[in-house]
């Protein structure tokens, strides 16, 4: 441990290097609505808090052992050449500052303890070794006083000057979201660090509600001083939005940048950026550096700290092992370092050398396309890390209404990317092909069952599935699903036949431990019908061996906005139960074949020209303005 005192003289800054900022230190959120404690803990007496400021009152401790508050000292120890980290702060009054660090399990060490005594600002300096964080730990500050006050601001932690610098472009793809995307461009752009570390930010607009027909568009878009780019076409889904921007941010051959794609609807902490960008450009080689997702509607938890997927049980988002999982980042944090798969794309930054290498997305509308890149990544021996302390708040993933089109790319995608990265067997999928229809089939979920049908046909129809970039697909799926009644929405206060007192709750029982036999039986009794009443089943209770011991079943939205009338229908049981065995049959006589054509279609599909002949454009065309 390493004592020292901070007077009016400052401690001189370090020669030899232009020292770049890995992250700063703020003590409350960008908003009001997130929680103060992922920044500062006041864990004795009192404290006044602001952004970048906070006043220790006398007798108290603060500290920034926090979400966003940590250094993650294991991740560059691992990942960069950087040995050691400086942090800088303004301080005034009295007390001790203390540079803390962790280990992989928790435990805590002092690293520097430095007593201020003075009554005027001081710009003061710590440095630190970065090192002994192999395997996991962090490094933070701690604020204690004794009779005086103690003020500190301006925290920031520098590295020396990273050995490979670039600028970053940040490409927001965008539908039908204009408020929430201009909230995110304004957020972005009063931040100067942030934008100090980006050359250019793309604005990709795919929806028919549109960015430029709101008015404070022209006002923020100067707040960019003429960085920011502005396009506009049709919808191509995730992959056809950001694709676009690194389409037109790498148009010249030699153009050498980062790429950081971010979503229209998050909440942005704006040094995320920094962040992400200092880390990219320190790592010994090009790696693709990830934030992590913490959820919109229970902003003090975090979805996963690293990512995997399961791809033949069609699993994304998975938590790696020993990784965070939708825990409480008030109460835990990590201190082991966990290595991800890959990261998805509310925030992702991409290195050109490696995007040139691997390729560019595969055209796919939805869901599974950040997945099938990140594996792709990593199949050409890149490295992807999942940066603590970089994030964005991003609508809760369980709060998402999967009863919809979106099953049909879920499943259709992630066969996709099983032939592509995985090792593939047409038998395996074709079980899960039938488990998941025949429990929609259970639940009275019948467009559901139609629409993961014609996912398997057009896996196995090949590549040509995407020539159109799905383009067209996803009105084709709402064609299916429209003909099926249950698939309309209801007021709960309004559902049509049903008086509320025909319809009481019905909570679920354990789940069955005979899964298989329960299965059959419920179907069988459809079929025979050998169900009645009605009920109201809440979203949480909406499974398959539940819902299906009902004649009519008025279930929930997990968006928790409206509710879904289910009744059993005898004949679309047989009709769809029999093309359900038919299309199984199907993956596993044609799987192999299906799996060949797609990898050697898959370079095709990923190249620059095929998504120059997608966007509709000549090389020559330039981004609008």
């Known amino acids: 441990m390493n004592d020292t005192e901070v007077t009016e003289e400052a401690a001189p800054a370090p020669e030899g290097h232009a020292p770049a900022i890995a992250m700063r230190t703020f003590f409350t959120p960008p908003f009001a609505s997130l929680p103060v404690d992922l920044y500062a803990k006041i864990e004795d007496g009192a404290a006044t808090r602001h952004r970048s400021a906070v ?77 002994k964080f192999v395997d996991g730990g962090a490094i933070w500050l701690e604020l204690l006083t004794e009779a005086d006050p103690l003020q500190v601001a301006d925290v920031e932690w520098v590295v020396p000057h990273p050995h490979r610098s670039r600028p970053t472009t940040a490409v927001l793809c965008t539908h039908n979201r204009p408020d929430d995307c201009l909230n995110t461009l304004r957020a972005l752009a009063a931040d100067p660090a942030a934008m100090s570390a980006l050359s250019d930010v793309y604005v990709v607009d795919q929806g028919n509600d549109t960015l430029d027909s709101r008015e404070p568009f022209e006002s923020v878009r100067d707040m960019f001083g003429g960085r920011m780019r502005y396009v506009r076409q049709r919808n191509l889904g995730g992959a056809g939005g950001f694709t676009r921007g690194l389409h037109e941010s790498l148009a010249a051959d030699d153009a050498v940048l980062n790429t950081l794609f971010m979503d229209d609807d998050i909440l942005l902490e704006p040094d995320t950026v920094v962040r992400m960008t200092t880390f990219a450009n320190s790592a010994v080689e090009p790696t693709v550096v990830g934030s992590q997702m913490l959820q919109l509607l229970h902003p003090y938890r975090i979805h996963v700290s690293a990512e995997h997927a399961r791809f033949t049980t069609i699993e994304p988002g998975l938590a790696v092992d020993g990784g965070l999982d939708r825990a409480n980042l008030t109460e835990q944090l990590q201190d082991r370092r966990v290595d991800a798969d890959y990261n998805a794309w509310w925030c992702c930054l991409l290195p050109s050398e490696i995007v040139r290498d691997a390729g560019y997305p595969i055209p796919m509308f939805f869901q599974w396309d950040d997945v099938e890149f990140g594996y792709r990544i990593r199949g050409r021996g890149h490295a992807t890390v999942t940066l603590p302390g970089a994030a964005v708040w991003h609508a809760d993933f369980d709060w998402k209404d999967e009863e919809s089109w979106v099953q049909y790319f879920t499943l259709r995608n992630a066969l996709i990317i099983d032939a592509l990265h995985g090792d593939f067997r047409g038998a395996a999928s074709a079980k899960v092909f039938l488990r998941w229809t025949a429990e929609c089939l259970a639940s009275m979920r019948y467009a559901q069952a139609e629409v993961l049908i014609a996912a398997v046909e057009d896996f196995l129809a090949g590549p040509e599935v995407l020539r159109d970039g799905d383009a067209g697909t996803l009105a084709r799926i709402a064609r299916i699903r429209a003909a099926h009644p249950e698939t309309a929405r209801h007021e709960p206060s309004k559902v049509p036949g049903l008086s509320g007192a025909s319809r009481p709750i019905a909570k679920a029982g354990p789940h069955p431990a005979r899964r298989r036999l329960v299965l059959a039986k419920r179907l069988v009794w459809h079929l025979r019908g050998k169900v009645g009443g009605a009920a109201s089943i809440p979203s949480g209770d909406a499974h398959w061996w539940h819902v299906g011991l009902f004649e009519t079943a008025v279930v929930t939205d997990a968006s928790q906005e409206s509710v879904s009338v289910r009744r059993v229908d005898s004949a679309e049981l047989r009709r769809i139960g029999a093309k359900a065995l038919r299309t199984a049959l199907r993956l596993r006589r044609e799987g192999d074949r299906a799996r060949g054509a797609w990898r050697d279609g898959h370079r095709a599909l990923t190249d620059r020209t095929n998504w120059t002949r997608l966007f509709q454009l000549d090389e020559t065309n330039a981004a609008k303005e």
Request: charged share 15%; glycine share 8%; net charge positive.
């Open 55 to 131: 006043t220790v009152h006398p007798h108290s401790t603060v500290s920034t052992s926090t979400y966003f508050g940590r250094f993650p000292a294991s991740y560059w120890q691992r990942w960069t050449p950087v040995t050691e980290v400086t942090v800088r702060a303004s301080v005034s009054g009295a007390g001790i500052v203390r540079v803390m660090a962790s280990d992989t399990h928790g435990g805590t060490r002092t690293l520097r303890t430095a007593r201020v005594a003075g009554t005027t600002e001081t710009r003061a300096e710590w440095t630190v070794p970065i090192d």
